[in-house]
C-alpha cells in the first residue's frame, strides 16, 4: 500500500446540500439588478456611479476591517458587495462621493464588522448606514433637492411623491397613477422606485428559498391593512394604501432589507409578528411620523425586537410537559 | 456532493431503503490472513491469559484477566501476533488484538455447554462482541431497572440496506432470540420497530409488540422511535434512567442462531456502498480489515478519499483501510475526494435552513451558538439539546457549513460524563 495516501476523516453528516454564503449574496444580488438597472435606465451615468462606487468601497471596508482584525478575508464571499448595491439604490443618483463612502463606511464598519462580520450584526447594516446618513445629512438624501438638476419627461410628477403627500397631503398626489408608480416612473432612490423589478428580484429569491417570505408577505400586508385604516378614517389626510405600497422604500424594504438573515427572526409566528411590526410602524410615521418615509426606522425598530419575538417558537420533542 | 433544491422552499426529502427492493445474495468475503478484534478496556503489558504466539479456536471467549467482564470473541482460529492499545471514539482506550488466521477452522466448545442453559449470565459473558453488538451491561444495572426491550429492525441510516436484510432473513433466528431474551431476563415487555410498509409481515408471527416506523428520513433513527414509544426522549442519563433498551435485530437474530447451533456467529452482514453509489452486500468474519471488503469488490480508495463506517448521515469517518470491521459496522461507505463538501470556520448567519428542516422542532440555531462557546448545560436547560435526535439534516443545510452535529453529539458526551462522574459520587 502506498503509505503517502491518507483518507479524509471528519464528523458526520458526510453529505452537504452544496449551498453556502456565497451562493445566496451572489443569488441576491443578481436578484437586486433588475432594479438597480432599471435606476440606472431612469437616471443615467450618475446612478451608475453611485452604485459602482458603493459596492467597491463597501468591499474596500470590509478588507479593511478584516486586515485590521487580523481575521480571514472574506469579502469573496459577496456580503460586502450585496451590502454595497443595496446601499447605492437606497441613495438618491445625485449623492455626492463622500456620502457614499461614509454610507458604506457605516453599513459595513459601523453596522458590520464591529459586531464581528457576518451573523453577527444586531441591525440590518444598510438600513443603519441609510439611516444615520439620512438623520446627520438628510440634505443630501433629499429626492426633490438633490435631483433637481434632472429632467424627468417620463415621469408623471418631477417631486418625489411620498414627499409631496407629506408636505401637501393626497390631494397633491392624487392624479399619479398606481401602474407609472409601480413601474418605477417616480422620483426616489436609485434601486428603490421600480418595483416591478424589485417584485420580480424578491419572487426569485422566495421561491429560491434565500429569503424568508413570511417576512416579505406579513410586512406587505401589514401596510396595506394599516395604511386602508388610516385611508377609512380619513381619506382626505391620509393616501389611499396601494399609494404606499408603490412609492418610497416599501417594496424594496419588505423583499431586500427586512429579511436580512442576522436581525430577522427565524420561527413562523415571529417572523410573522415581526414583518407585521414593520408595516405598521411603516405606515404610523409617514401618516403621523415626522420623517417622509418610515421604512428604515421601522426596519431598525423591529431589528431590536428581533431577539425577544424569537422567544415564541415550537416546543421541541421529548420535553417533559 | 449533493445539490439543493432549485426551489429552496422545498424541505430536502431522503427516504431508507426498503425491503421490498430486490433481494441480492451477499457475497462472503473469504477469511483474510489477519483479523484486528478489539477488547474494550485499557491495554496491560501484563495479561497473562492473552500473549502473543497464542492460539486461539473459533468462537473462543478473549480476555485479558480471567476476572475481566470486557471480553472479544474470536472470530477466526489462528495465532495472536500482536496485542497492542487503541485509542477509539471519545478518547475511549481500547485493546487491539490481531490474530493471523489458520487454514483449519477448530471451533470452540465453552459456549455449547453454557449454551444448554440460556440465562442472562450467559449472554452477558458471550454476546457483547456477536454481530449487532448488543450491550447487556445495562441489563445488569440495578439502579435503572429495564423494563422494556425494544429491537431495531430498521436500517440505522440511508442508503444501508443490513438491518431489513437481516430482518427479512432471519425471522425465525429472531423470533428465537426474542424467546430466549424473554426467558432470560424476565422482561415481559418486548417491541420490535420495523418499517411500516412491511408491518404485515411481521405482525402476528413475532412474539413482540410491532412498532411500525415511516419510511422518510429520519423516522427510523433510534432516538425518534424511543419519541414515537415514549413520546419522551433521554436527557443526560442516558437511555437506561428512563427504562427502556435497544437491540439491534441483527443481535436478536445472532443470539437465536447461536442457541440453535450451540456455536457463536462470528460472521457480519455488511452493505458496501462503492464511489458511485452502487450497493454491495457483503458476509465477513469480523475483524476484517476495511481493505478485505473492498478489495473483493473491486473498490479502489485514492488519496484524501473517505471511508466511512455507517451512513452518509450519522456514520463514522475511518482514518485507514486497515481498521478491521467491528460487530456494529452496518456498512462501509466509501466517498471519492471530489464529493466531499469540507466544513468552514463561518459564524451561524441565522437563515433559519436548519429550523425548517429540524424534525425536532430543535432552536438549532440559538443552540449553536452556545454549543460553540462550550456552554453545554445552558445549551442543555434552555435551547433543547436533549430534543435533538441526532438526524444531522441541520449540518447538512446549513450553509456556513458549521459541524452542528459535531458539536451536538460533543455537548451530548461532555454532560454524559459530568452526569456520571455525579452519580459515581453519590454515597
Not at chain 1, 45 to 74: D, F, H, K, Q
Not at chain 2, 71 to 97: E, K, Q, Y
Not at chain 2, 217 to 242: K, N, S
Not at chain 2, 401 to 406: A, D, M, S, T, Y
Request: charge should be neutral; include cysteine.
Amino acid at each position: 500500500m502506498n503509505p503517502k495516501k491518507t483518507l479524509l476523516v471528519s464528523h458526520a453528516p458526510f453529505w452537504h446540500d452544496g449551498g453556502g454564503i456565497p451562493e445566496r449574496s451572489y443569488h441576491t444580488l443578481l436578484a437586486a439588478l433588475p432594479a438597480a438597472c432599471a435606476g440606472i435606465a431612469f437616471y443615467g451615468a450618475p446612478a451608475l456611479g453611485v452604485i459602482c462606487l458603493s459596492i467597491s468601497t463597501a468591499i474596500l471596508w470590509e478588507l479593511l476591517m478584516n486586515r485590521i482584525m487580523r481575521r480571514p478575508i472574506t469579502v469573496g464571499d459577496g456580503n460586502a458587495a450585496l451590502v454595497g448595491l443595496l446601499l447605492a439604490m437606497l441613495l438618491p443618483a445625485s449623492a455626492p462621493w463622500w456620502v457614499v463612502v461614509l454610507g458604506t463606511f457605516l453599513a459595513i464598519v459601523i453596522g458590520m464588522q464591529i459586531f464581528g462580520g457576518i451573523g453577527g450584526n444586531p441591525f440590518n447594516p444598510v438600513v443603519l448606514g441609510t439611516a444615520i446618513l439620512s438623520v446627520a445629512y438628510g440634505r443630501h438624501l433629499d429626492f426633490d433637492a438633490g435631483l433637481v438638476n434632472f429632467t424627468f419627461t417620463a415621469f408623471a410628477s418631477s417631486t418625489d411623491p411620498i414627499s409631496a403627500l407629506k408636505a401637501f397631503g393626497p390631494e397633491a398626489v392624487s392624479h399619479l397613477r398606481y401602474l407609472d408608480l409601480f413601474l418605477g416612473k417616480q422620483v426616489g432612490g436609485i434601486g428603490s422606485t421600480c418595483g416591478a423589478a424589485i417584485v420580480l428580484g424578491g419572487i426569485y429569491l422566495i421561491f429560491r428559498g434565500f429569503i424568508r417570505w413570511e417576512i416579505s408577505i406579513a410586512f406587505l400586508a401589514s401596510v396595506y391593512l394599516s395604511a386602508a385604516l388610516f385611508n377609512m378614517a380619513d381619506p382626505t389626510r391620509f393616501a389611499p394604501p396601494l399609494f404606499h405600497l408603490v412609492t418610497g422604500y416599501t417594496l424594496i424594504g419588505a423583499f431586500f432589507l427586512a429579511t436580512e438573515n442576522s436581525s430577522s427572526p427565524v420561527n413562523l409566528f415571529p417572523m410573522l409578528i415581526y414583518g407585521a411590526l414593520g408595516g405598521v410602524l411603516t405606515v404610523l410615521i409617514r401618516n403621523i411620523g415626522a420623517y417622509t418615509d418610515g421604512v428604515l426606522f421601522a426596519i431598525l425598530v423591529i431589528n431590536l425586537t428581533n431577539p425577544l419575538v424569537d422567544k415564541i417558537r415550537p416546543r421541541a420533542i421529548g420535553k417533559a410537559a | 456532493m449533493r445539490k439543493r433544491s432549485f426551489f429552496g422552499l422545498s424541505k430536502p426529502c431522503f427516504r431508507y431503503e426498503l425491503a421490498t427492493g430486490t433481494t441480492v445474495s451477499p457475497v462472503v468475503i473469504p477469511v483474510p490472513e489477519k483479523v484486528t478484534l478489539y477488547i474494550k478496556t485499557p491495554y496491560q503489558k501484563t495479561s497473562a491469559v492473552l500473549k502473543p504466539g497464542r492460539s486461539v479456536k473459533t468462537g473462543e471467549r478473549l480476555v485479558l484477566h480471567e476476572a475481566d467482564p470486557c471480553s472479544v470473541i474470536s472470530s477466526v482460529t489462528g495465532t495472536i501476533c500482536d496485542i497492542s492499545p487503541f485509542l477509539a471514539d471519545f478518547g475511549n482506550a481500547w485493546t487491539a488484538v490481531t490474530i493471523r488466521t489458520d487454514k483449519n477452522e477448530m471451533a470452540d466448545t465453552a459456549f455449547s455447554k453454557a449454551a444448554e442453559q440460556p440465562s442472562l449470565d450467559t449472554l452477558n459473558r458471550f454476546f457483547p462482541s456477536c454481530p449487532g453488538e448488543p450491550d447487556f451491561s445495562a441489563l445488569a444495572d440495578d439502579r435503572h431497572p429495564v423494563h422494556t426491550l425494544v429491537i431495531y429492525g430498521g436500517n440505522a441510516d440511508l442508503l444501508i440496506d443490513t438491518g431489513l436484510y437481516v430482518l427479512k432473513t432471519h425471522i425465525d433466528a429472531i423470533n428465537a432470540g426474542i424467546q430466549i431474551l424473554r426467558n432470560a431476563t424476565g422482561i415481559r415487555n418486548i417491541a420490535i420497530a420495523v418499517p411500516r410498509e412491511s408491518v404485515q409481515n411481521y405482525s402476528g408471527h413475532l412474539d413482540a409488540q410491532v412498532q411500525p416506523f415511516g419510511s422518510a428520513y429520519p423516522q427510523a433513527q433510534p432516538l425518534m422511535i424511543l419519541h414515537a414509544l415514549t413520546g419522551r426522549l433521554p436527557d443526560e442519563t442516558g437511555t437506561a434512567a428512563m427504562g427502556i433498551h435497544f437491540f439491534r435485530a441483527e443481535a436478536v437474530a445472532a443470539i437465536g442462531r447461536a442457541f440453535a447451533d450451540g456455536r457463536l456467529p462470528v460472521e457480519k452482514n455488511v452493505t458496501v456502498i462503492d464511489k458511485t453509489g452502487k450497493k454491495h452486500l457483503a458476509i465477513a468474519r469480523i475483524g476484517t480489515p476495511v481493505g478485505a471488503l473492498l478489495k473483493a469488490f473491486g473498490i479502489t480508495v485514492d488519496n484524501q478519499d473517505r471511508i466511512i463506517f455507517g451512513g452518509p448521515m450519522t456514520g463514522n469517518a475511518i482514518y485507514s483501510e486497515d481498521l478491521p470491521i467491528g460487530p456494529d459496522t452496518d456498512a462501509i461507505l466509501v466517498q471519492a475526494k471530489s464529493d466531499i463538501a469540507l466544513y468552514s470556520d463561518y459564524p451561524c448567519i441565522n437563515c433559519g435552513d436548519c429550523i425548517r428542516v429540524c424534525p425536532a422542532h430543535v432552536p438549532v440555531n440559538l443552540l449553536v451558538r452556545f454549543l460553540e462557546a462550550g456552554q453545554y448545560t445552558d445549551g442543555a436547560e434552555l435551547y433543547d439539546l436533549y430534543s435533538c435526535i441526532e438526524c444531522g439534516l441541520c449540518s447538512y443545510v446549513c450553509p456556513s457549513r458549521i459541524p452542528i452535529f459535531q458539536y451536538i453529539k460533543l455537548a451530548k458526551y461532555e454532560l454524559g460524563r459530568i452526569s456520571f462522574a455525579e452519580e459515581m459520587n453519590e454515597p
